[in-house]
């Protein structure tokens, strides 16, 4: 198994408070993406890195941003939480973007009142 | 743009039936890769197989099997002889350069297998 974790695993939290999700990862694999899994659409990437200090947008970005200072580590925040991003999010790695297998994290369940 | 339609959106069977899962994929990309994710209950999302676009011989891997078409733009998914373990979410995803290699999802298929 790709040694990825993600905290908190779950988190319940109140419109318009910050949050913040942390992935981490043992490989050293240099790109990570984030995430979220709603019913009926699959999972939809939020943002990815291909790099330290490197990442972009991806299909449903907004209200989301990132960070990653680290190579294992890639932090998602919601700056003010709303109830539509009520969600479950997956971090995932790669070793390149080249069509490689991403392998993903276990999860966090958050829930936003 | 590309997309994965995955139509069965929840199938049940008995034990021991042959199930198959379909995923129609559409893409401008002429060099892309497919892949089949499962999740099952407790949530994790195990990867199961990837093909390239150029590689259209069927795989089979124990109880799984998958036949690629491109001339359908399907990557169907067959599980002979299911058993209750097989009960989860499978995904069909498509990554292609044209989106950046990024990997677009279908909207999954819940398989309940009974007893």
């Known amino acids: 198994d790709a040694g990825i974790t993600q905290s908190p695993r779950h988190k319940v939290t109140e419109t318009g408070t910050p949050v913040t999700l942390r992935c981490h990862q043992t490989?050293?694999?240099?790109?990570m993406y984030w995430y979220r899994q709603d019913p009926g659409h699959g999972l939809r990437l939020i943002h990815y890195s291909y790099g330290v200090k490197d990442t972009d947008k991806g299909e449903v970005s907004d209200g989301y941003s990132v960070s990653r200072s680290k190579t294992e580590d890639f932090l998602l925040t919601l700056e003010s939480a709303t109830s539509s991003q009520t969600s479950v999010y997956f971090c995932a790695i790669s070793e390149s973007t080249d069509q490689e297998t991403q392998y993903f994290g276990p999860g966090t369940r958050l829930l936003v009142l | 743009a590309q997309k994965v339609t995955q139509a069965q959106t929840e199938i049940s069977v008995v034990e021991k039936e042959d199930v198959t899962l379909d995923c129609v994929y559409e893409t401008r990309d002429t060099t892309y890769y497919l892949f089949w994710y499962k999740q099952p209950p407790s949530g994790e999302l195990v990867f199961l197989i990837r093909r390239n676009s150029f590689d259209e011989q069927n795989e089979i891997s124990g109880r799984y099997s998958w036949n690629f078409q491109k001339s359908t733009s399907s990557f169907n998914f067959t599980i002979t002889a299911s058993q209750v373990v097989d009960s989860a979410v499978y995904f069909c995803?498509?990554?292609?350069?044209?989106?950046?290699?990024?990997?677009?999802f279908g909207g999954g298929t819940r398989l309940m297998v009974k007893p």
């Open positions: 490989e050293n694999h240099r790109y």
């Open positions: 995803a498509l990554s292609g350069r044209n989106a950046g290699n990024m990997l677009t």
